[in-house]
């Protein structure tokens, strides 16, 4: 095997064939020609540790000091209610749509009543359970070192999983972040969401904010695409022409009813792997000096 970590018990591929084909042409255009699309919570963050869930960026807001416990219930509620859907492999995008903006539109809401402010989330993000995947320095280092561009495309909150990676010391030039950034008024007080908002299901042209940046970096014509949900799949829509693509995707829940749609959708299917080993692999692959 080419990548060593393609052995381990947690991945899963349709066709491993194809996946050989595609990191053997990912790595004939070497570092220059590549780019990294990424989701950020739950792909590059963790999605348990030591047994317990960890935290999206919304939650890391919702659990804070800065929520009243009313608001931290009503949050936990819409997450109960609106996740199991977000997930469900029984029902369409089409039908889940418009549920996710009912649910954004709701959390986003009833976090602009509670005058969050500007100059307490450093101290949220700190105080948090927030953990990126193991071997998250490699990866970050790597594409840094390698000039290789990383564009984050979140339905996150950007303000916090841009100080996740800060507080990490990991948030590099050649990073590049498309999501949702609180809106503050004169006083540092949140009054809203900046531009349309990013939910699981319309990571896509329609709300790229910025495509400058994928006509800047047109001749980066491979792309590797990590994400954790069907959703995540048109992240790379943005990219003026893609040549070859590997994607790569995280199961994280409901394994057993969820493994049979990521495997028509990923070409890489990792089962409950904590880890960033498989995409540091095929980047040392691609990278490797000889
Ligand atoms: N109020 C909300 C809304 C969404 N979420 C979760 O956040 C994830 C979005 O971030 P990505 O970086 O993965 O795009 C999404 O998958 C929801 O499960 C939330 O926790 N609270």
Redesign the pocket.
Known sequence: MIIPELGKATVRMRDPEKVQGLIKALQKGREKKLQVIS?????LSRFRFNGERCP????IVDNSSMISEDCRKK?KD??NIY?PI?IDPAKTIKEKYPLMVE??TK?HALLCEQKIRKDKLQQAVKESQAKLRDGFEQFFNSLHRNEVPLFIF???IGDILEEIISQAGLFFPNVKVVSNYMDFDDNGVLIGFKGEMIH?FNKDNSVLRDTEYFKQISERSNVILLG??VGDLTMADGVTSVENILKIGFLNDKVEEQTELFLQSYDIVLIKDETLDIANGILQYITAKN
């Open positions: 989701d950020f919570d739950m792909t999206t960026c919304h939650n949050l819409l997450f996740y977000e649910w954004w959390a979140s339905a996150g699981t954790d949900t």
